[in-house]
């Protein structure tokens, strides 16, 4: 079937949204049962993804109408909630779950797990266990480009709680100063882990703060994603064109609680369902339907996503464990057989 | 200082402990242009003129930095991920303080915690050491903090000739280097063999001797050749052994002079309360079993005052009481 272009683009963007919602969905029953870091139940099973799982569910437009608008040597960095970015960066599902799995054939081979995600072939320089600790990376892999004079951008996710780290003040700030090619993300979602970030946030706001450094920002509703993907295509070619940073400020909901053993009830569920009105995936689906795209299209890659998260789930699960001895790989080995 | 010739054959040449690292750096820049160096104040040659005229001859690799450390720290980082071999400078490691996160969970971490996707080549010079009158946050030698933590290389030369040569060497590390000037050194002559290079994790064995081992690093090192000096007139021989990096350390050349002599004195000028010292001391324990001690500095910040701040130095003579003490 032919598209027009703008009904494409939207599909295009919708079947990486629902890729990412059928990850985040798998990924949080594969949590379910414990997560060993807050203790598991005598004789329970351990889940399958046995560590902290911060699920990007309801954000997936942030992700995917940024990174529609970088190519594969754009570099990019991310935040401990970081499976829709990596997926939206181009990396396979399959070598995701296994890394959440705890798999050798994982990208980071068992050593990382799900907030430490990561896929370097694709640019995507990795999920941080740190809030804003991405900012300072993400200028510095700038910097690089720009005095290597490669003609890539970098994008830097960071969430609303991130404003209120002093690396936020010091990246933007280098990032002007030096004029490097960055776009700056924040994936507002507004709670900063299990508080409203709201109250915790002097002044108006992360634009503000980068106003007040002068660089020129775009508010975006960010669960539409045909918004963010015009906002961050505008914001993405004067960056790249050599302007400077560009600051992007994307307002979303998070769905899920902070981690996913969370079920988030310091938060008002009348709040909760009203937010999931503006599920990005509903609006996604219902523009497609109204611009004449037939449901059975859409359907259909709903089905797709769904075929493909459940192949990397069971490839996940025949995947083999690390070695013991591979504790000892990735890492300098200085001293022979003094590792104690 | 004037730029040297370059040249081929190895040629030996007197110069300060600034200068030795400043010619390394030039060196290394010069056959690499992947190695950048930044921080603040870089734009005159560094607070102590540890990169005199590498500004001018580089003047797009040597970038002045905002007082920004965490920054300066975790832009190395992104740097490095990006292909180039930055040189971070903390200028005491007092400031290095504010970059934790970016050294410790960002750059020591990196390499292991993404399963080998990526390397952080970066060295990071943070001096350490009391500097006449510098008080508590101006005088720290915090080495131990980093040679705790998996992922870095800590290096702590003592002299010019290790100055230059563990700075090359630590520039072709490819994992993270906290690199570790004494600020008392900078001034320190000696003889620097041009073209050469110091393996990390190599010892050097300062003087010889069959009574007693004195380990140390950075400033402990000329006044524990001077305290052997002293010894000596006694007709007491120590054996004094230059760690020059404590991650990795060179546990086989201690483990040998200490089954030699039976006695080991570890000296360093950090606090000696769970100091690299320790380390040293149990490790001979461990595999030696013999006599071990330790000289380090008391649990207390640096004072201002002259007299407070003695409290805290090491000293030629306080080595030599300690090593008659071991003796006994």
């Given at each position: 079937?032919?598209?027009?272009?703008?009904?494409q683009?939207?599909?295009?963007?919708?079947?990486?949204?629902?890729?990412?919602?059928?990850?985040?969905d798998?990924?949080?029953?594969?949590?379910?049962?414990?997560?060993?870091?807050?203790?598991?139940?005598?004789?329970?099973?351990?889940?399958?993804?046995?560590?902290?799982?911060?699920?990007?569910?309801?954000?997936?437009a942030?992700?995917?109408?940024?990174?529609?608008?970088?190519?594969?040597?754009?570099?990019?960095?991310?935040?401990h909630?970081?499976?829709?970015h990596?997926?939206?960066?181009?990396?396979?599902?399959?070598?995701?779950?296994?890394?959440?799995f705890?798999?050798?054939?994982?990208?980071?081979?068992?050593?990382?797990?799900?907030?430490?995600?990561?896929?370097?072939?694709?640019?995507?320089l990795?999920?941080?266990g740190v809030?804003?600790?991405?900012?300072?990376?993400?200028?510095g892999?700038?910097?690089?480009?720009?005095?290597?004079?490669?003609?890539?951008?970098?994008a830097?996710?960071?969430?609303?709680?991130?404003?209120?780290?002093?690396?936020?003040?010091?990246?933007?700030?280098?990032?002007?100063?030096?004029?490097?090619?960055?776009?700056?993300?924040?994936?507002?979602?507004?709670?900063?882990?299990t508080?409203?970030?709201?109250?915790?946030?002097?002044?108006?706001?992360?634009?503000?703060?980068?106003?007040?450094?002068?660089?020129?920002?775009?508010?975006?509703?960010?669960?539409?994603?045909e918004?963010?993907?015009?906002?961050?295509?505008?914001?993405?070619?004067q960056?790249?064109?050599?302007?400077?940073?560009?600051?992007?400020?994307?307002?979303?909901?998070?769905?899920?609680?902070?981690?996913?053993?969370?079920?988030?009830?310091?938060?008002?569920?009348r709040?909760?369902?009203?937010?999931k009105?503006?599920?990005?995936?509903?609006?996604?689906?219902?523009?497609?339907?109204?611009?004449?795209?037939?449901?059975?299209?859409?359907?259909?890659?709903?089905?797709?996503?769904?075929?493909?998260?459940?192949?990397?789930?069971?490839?996940?699960?025949?995947?083999?464990?690390?070695?013991?001895?591979?504790?000892?790989?990735?890492?300098?080995?200085?001293?022979?057989?003094?590792?104690? | 200082m004037?730029?040297?010739?370059?040249?081929?054959?190895?040629?030996?040449?007197?110069?300060?402990?600034?200068?030795?690292a400043?010619l390394?750096?030039?060196?290394?820049?010069?056959?690499?242009?992947?190695i950048?160096?930044?921080?603040?104040?870089?734009g005159?040659?560094?607070?102590?003129?540890q990169?005199?005229?590498?500004?001018?001859?580089?003047?797009?690799?040597?970038?002045?930095?905002?007082i920004?450390?965490?920054n300066?720290?975790?832009a190395?980082?992104g740097m490095?991920?990006?292909?180039?071999?930055?040189?971070?400078?903390?200028?005491?490691i007092?400031f290095?303080?504010?970059?934790?996160?970016e050294?410790?969970?960002?750059?020591?971490?990196?390499?292991?915690?993404?399963?080998?996707?990526?390397r952080v080549?970066?060295?990071?010079r943070m001096?350490?050491?009391?500097?006449?009158a510098?008080?508590?946050?101006?005088?720290?030698?915090?080495?131990?903090?980093?040679?705790?933590?998996?992922?870095?290389?800590v290096?702590v030369?003592?002299?010019?000739?290790?100055?230059?040569?563990?700075?090359?060497s630590?520039?072709?590390?490819?994992?993270?280097?906290?690199?570790?000037?004494?600020?008392?050194?900078?001034?320190?002559?000696?003889?620097?063999?041009?073209?050469?290079?110091?393996p990390?994790?190599?010892?050097?064995?300062?003087?010889?001797?069959?009574?007693l081992?004195?380990?140390?690093w950075?400033?402990?090192?000329?006044?524990?050749?001077?305290?052997?000096a002293?010894?000596?007139?006694?007709?007491?021989?120590?054996?004094?052994?230059?760690?020059?990096?404590?991650?990795?350390?060179?546990?086989?050349?201690?483990?040998a002079?200490?089954?030699?002599?039976?006695?080991?004195?570890?000296?360093?000028?950090?606090?000696?309360?769970?100091?690299?010292?320790?380390?040293?001391?149990?490790?001979?324990a461990?595999?030696v079993?013999?006599?071990?001690?330790?000289?380090?500095?008391?649990?207390?910040?640096?004072?201002?005052?002259?007299?407070l701040?003695d409290?805290?130095?090491?000293?030629?003579?306080?080595?030599?009481?300690?090593?008659?003490?071991?003796?006994?």
């Open positions: 079937m032919v598209l027009p272009v703008p009904q683009r939207l599909l295009d963007l919708y079947r990486v949204m629902r890729r990412i919602r059928a990850f985040e798998a990924a949080e029953t594969a949590s379910q049962g414990g997560v060993a870091a807050w203790g598991l139940a005598e004789n329970a099973t351990p889940a399958k993804v046995r560590g902290p799982l911060h699920l990007s569910t309801g954000q997936e942030v992700a995917v109408g940024v990174c529609a608008n970088l190519v594969r040597k754009d570099l990019l960095t991310s935040t909630r970081g499976h829709g990596t997926l939206a960066k181009g990396a396979d599902p399959a070598r995701m779950m296994c890394e959440l705890g798999r050798a054939t994982g990208y980071n081979h068992g050593k990382g797990g799900s907030m430490h995600i990561a896929d370097f072939s694709v640019g995507m990795g999920a941080n809030v804003a600790a991405g900012i300072p990376i993400a200028t892999a700038a910097h690089a480009l720009k005095l290597r004079k490669q003609p890539n951008i970098v830097c996710f960071f969430g609303d709680g991130a404003a209120n780290r002093g690396p936020f003040l010091e990246g933007l700030n280098w990032a002007q100063v030096y004029q490097l090619p960055v776009l700056f993300v924040c994936e507002d979602n507004r709670i900063s882990a508080t409203p970030t709201g109250p915790m946030t002097a002044g108006k706001g992360v634009s503000a703060r980068a106003k007040a450094l002068a660089i020129a920002s775009e508010k975006v509703d960010g669960n539409d994603v918004a963010v993907d015009a906002a961050a295509a505008r914001l993405a070619a960056v790249r064109a050599g302007g400077g940073p560009r600051f992007l400020h994307a307002v979303t909901y998070r769905f899920k609680g902070h981690v996913s053993v969370d079920p988030g009830s310091y938060r008002d569920a709040e909760v369902e009203t937010a009105q503006s599920d990005p995936l509903l609006l996604a689906r219902a523009k497609l339907l109204e611009r004449g795209v037939p449901a059975a299209a859409v359907d259909a890659i709903d089905g797709e996503a769904g075929q493909e998260i459940a192949a990397a789930l069971a490839t996940a699960d025949a995947a083999p464990w690390p070695q013991a001895s591979a504790a000892y790989e990735d890492i300098m080995n200085t001293v022979t057989g003094a590792w104690r | 004037n730029a040297p010739e370059r040249k081929t054959a190895m040629h030996t040449q007197q110069m300060t402990y600034a200068e030795a400043c390394a750096l030039r060196e290394k820049m010069r056959a690499d242009a992947r950048v160096a930044l921080g603040e104040d870089l005159r040659g560094g607070v102590f003129g990169y005199r005229g590498l500004p001018q001859e580089f003047p797009d690799r040597i970038i002045d930095t905002p920004s450390e965490a300066i720290m975790g190395a980082v490095a991920l990006a292909g180039l071999k930055p040189v971070v400078e903390m200028r005491v007092d290095a303080l504010c970059a934790m996160d050294i410790v969970n960002q750059a020591a971490k990196n390499r292991y915690m993404f399963g080998g996707q990526g080549p970066l060295v990071a001096p350490i050491g009391i500097w006449s510098s008080a508590a946050q101006h005088s720290q030698s915090l080495e131990a903090w980093f040679a705790h933590m998996p992922g870095l290389v290096a030369p003592g002299t010019p000739a290790d100055n230059y040569g563990l700075l090359k630590a520039l072709d590390s490819g994992d993270p280097v906290i690199y570790m000037e004494h600020k008392e050194l900078w001034g320190l002559t000696g003889e620097v063999t041009v073209g050469s290079e110091v990390l994790g190599r010892a050097n064995v300062l003087t010889q001797g069959g009574d081992t004195i380990v140390t950075s400033r402990g090192v000329s006044l524990a050749v001077q305290a052997a002293s010894l000596g007139k006694a007709g007491i021989a120590a054996e004094v052994i230059d760690l020059r990096t404590l991650w990795p350390w060179d546990r086989e050349t201690v483990f002079s200490a089954v030699k002599t039976r006695k080991v004195l570890v000296v360093h000028e950090a606090v000696q309360v769970a100091g690299f010292g320790a380390e040293v001391a149990a490790s001979v461990e595999h079993g013999c006599k071990v001690a330790r000289l380090g500095a008391p649990r207390i910040p640096v004072g201002y005052a002259q007299v701040e409290e805290s130095r090491l000293s030629a003579a306080k080595i030599e009481a300690a090593a008659r003490n071991i003796l006994k």
